[in-house]
């Protein structure tokens, strides 16, 4: 099984919709998770973090099951700036472990 | 601005040549991480470091490549003899140290391309 698995898509969606990532990991030993996105030819950018059950900031939400070992984050009121890559990124022992990401393509 | 500089940002080779790269991390962050990071991929761990100390190196990290972190604040990679397959995106990272992974902050990055 992958360290990280997300659906790579291309998820296509209109302005304003509502859309949810999910992602699976392995490791149960895994105390941190964040969600990164990261724009074509740039650095991953911090969108949030997760230490708890999960986390809100403004129009995204994450949410963490520790007991099915997966993380989602939903974007509300999709805006065109939001196309990118969303990158599930779990702690391993001491180094992030990254997944392939989600990319998502708004459109008007 | 504060932020992890990385240089160069774009750097093209011949195959067979040596690069080296530089971080310089957030002033505060004690510890420093390089990743790869090829198309349609997500970045993968190559090492890391606490202060000067080099804590873990991954598999991927062969023996052309080395990394250092003499003074615990800025690091260099270096690749020598360069190979195609070395053609990537360089990321660096920083972070604080706690008793939890903290978020991590990337610098830029370096493109090589070896022809």
């Known amino acids: 099984r992958k360290e990280v698995e997300q659906d790579p898509g291309p998820f296509n969606v209109p302005e304003g919709a509502t859309v949810a990532f999910n992602c699976t990991y392995s490791n149960s030993a895994s105390q941190s998770f964040f969600w990164y996105r990261q724009d074509c030819r740039k650095e991953p950018k911090l969108l949030m973090s997760v230490y708890s059950s999960g986390n809100e900031d403004g129009r995204f939400t994450a949410q963490l099951n520790r007991a099915s070992q997966y993380i989602s984050l939903l974007i509300r009121d999709s805006k065109l700036s939001d196309s990118a890559t969303y990158l599930c990124?779990?702690?391993?022992?001491?180094?992030?472990?990254f997944g392939t990401g989600t990319r998502l393509q708004v459109f008007p | 601005d504060t932020g992890v500089s990385q240089n160069p940002r774009h750097k093209i080779t011949k195959r067979g040549q040596n690069v080296t790269f530089r971080c310089d991390p957030i002033s505060e962050h004690n510890r420093l991480y390089w990743y790869r990071q090829t198309l349609g991929q997500g970045p993968e761990f190559l090492t890391y470091f606490q202060n000067e100390a080099q804590l873990e190196k991954s598999r991927l990290l062969s023996d052309r490549f080395s990394a250092e972190r003499p003074k615990g604040s800025f690091s260099t990679l270096e690749i020598q003899r360069t190979e195609q397959g070395d053609s990537a995106m360089y990321l660096c990272?920083?972070?604080?140290?706690?008793?939890?992974?903290?978020?991590?902050?990337f610098g830029p990055g370096t493109r090589l391309t070896v022809t």
């Open positions: 990272a920083s972070s604080p140290r706690g008793t939890v992974m903290h978020e991590q902050y």
């Open positions: 990124v779990p702690s391993g022992t001491d180094k992030l472990i």
